[in-house]
């Protein structure tokens, strides 16, 4: 995902630019409005998932740069300011803002909310923007001995129901939608808790563990260190890497 800072602060936009290449963001930064606009202009290069847009610019106004962003792009804007009323708030997301963020934040909320705002709009790029062959929404997925049956919210493995929590459902489904497709921490909390990272991690850790003893295929679900999980597909026919029962 290509992602473009607006700030005119070089410390903190080194700092923020950093941690968010570790998330597997691609960050060109625009330190004023002039700059912001110009990269926006039609080119080449692969367009803009979001727009991060600070408001205290040297050149103009941050509600003036994101008006004028509306005139020229449709790539969605997140306000990320330290102007808390709601009155800023209001008049941001008038102006054409998808989001808007106050200092201090939360580098977990805002990596959730630049997901959050690229799968509403469908910005090029965003999470799970690959392109790949879904199922009809009454279509089981069948993944090997795995099956994951969407509309009765029913999973088993060689025909064996396996009963889980919803959220673990919910967590499988996810995965199983997008195999081999590497999904980061936050994205998943945000998708399956409806909520920030902060505070939740253990929680996903302690379902994936669930998930793997449930279905007794600890091959499965992979993790990709400092990243995230994806669901490897197993191989067709009866289970490989599935753990016969203990005694």
Same mark, same amino acid.
């Given at each position: 995902?290509?992602?473009?800072?607006?700030?005119?602060?070089?410390?903190?936009?080194?700092? @923020?630019?950093?941690?968010?290449?570790?998330?597997? =963001?691609?960050?060109?930064?625009?330190?004023?409005?002039?700059?912001? =606009? /110009?990269? @926006? @202009?039609?080119?080449?290069?692969? &367009?803009?998932?979001?727009?991060?847009?600070?408001?205290?610019?040297?050149?103009?106004?941050?509600?003036?740069?994101?008006?004028?962003?509306?005139?020229?792009?449709?790539?969605?804007?997140?306000?990320?300011?330290?102007?808390?009323?709601?009155?800023?708030?209001?008049?941001?997301?008038?102006?054409?803002?998808?989001?808007?963020?106050?200092? &201090?934040?939360d580098t977990g909320e805002l990596l959730a909310r630049i997901?959050?705002?690229?799968?509403?709009?469908?910005?090029?790029?965003?999470?799970?923007? /690959?392109?790949?062959?879904?199922?009809?929404?009454?279509?089981?997925?069948?993944?090997?001995?795995?099956?994951?049956?969407?509309?009765?919210? /029913?999973?088993?493995?060689?025909?064996?129901?396996?009963?889980?929590?919803?959220?673990?459902?919910?967590? @499988?489904?996810?995965?199983?939608?997008?195999?081999?497709?590497?999904?980061?921490?936050? /994205?998943?909390?945000?998708?399956?808790?409806?909520?920030?990272?902060?505070?939740?991690?253990?929680?996903?850790e302690v379902h994936i563990a669930s998930l793997r003893a449930?279905?007794?295929?600890?091959?499965?679900?992979?993790?990709?260190?400092?990243?995230?999980?994806? =669901?490897?597909?197993p191989a067709a026919g009866p289970a490989a890497g599935v753990?016969?029962?203990?005694?």
């Amino acid at each position: 995902m290509r992602l473009l800072l607006v700030e005119d602060d070089d410390h903190v936009a080194a700092a @923020l630019s950093a941690v968010l290449s570790r998330h597997g =963001l691609t960050v060109v930064h625009a330190r004023s409005g002039g700059e912001a =606009l /110009q990269a @926006l @202009l039609p080119d080449d290069a692969e &367009p803009f998932a979001v727009v991060l847009l600070d408001l205290g610019l040297p050149d103009q106004d941050g509600f003036e740069v994101c008006g004028r962003i509306r005139k020229v792009s449709a790539t969605p804007v997140i306000m990320v300011t330290a102007r808390s009323d709601v009155r800023s708030r209001i008049h941001g997301l008038n102006l054409g803002a998808d989001d808007y963020v106050v200092k &201090p934040y939360d580098t977990g909320e805002l990596l959730a909310r630049i997901h959050a705002v690229s799968r509403r709009t469908g910005a090029p790029g965003g999470p799970g923007d /690959q392109p790949v062959e879904e199922p009809g929404p009454a279509e089981p997925l069948r993944l090997g001995p795995l099956t994951v049956e969407l509309p009765t919210r /029913q999973v088993s493995v060689d025909g064996a129901v396996v009963p889980l929590t919803r959220k673990e459902f919910d967590l @499988l489904a996810l995965l199983a939608q997008r195999p081999g497709v590497v999904f980061r921490r936050e /994205q998943i909390i945000s998708e399956v808790w409806r909520t920030s990272w902060e505070g939740t991690g253990r929680t996903l850790e302690v379902h994936i563990a669930s998930l793997r003893a449930k279905l007794r295929m600890p091959a499965l679900i992979e993790t990709i260190r400092g990243v995230g999980y994806r =669901l490897v597909a197993p191989a067709a026919g009866p289970a490989a890497g599935v753990r016969p029962p203990g005694p």
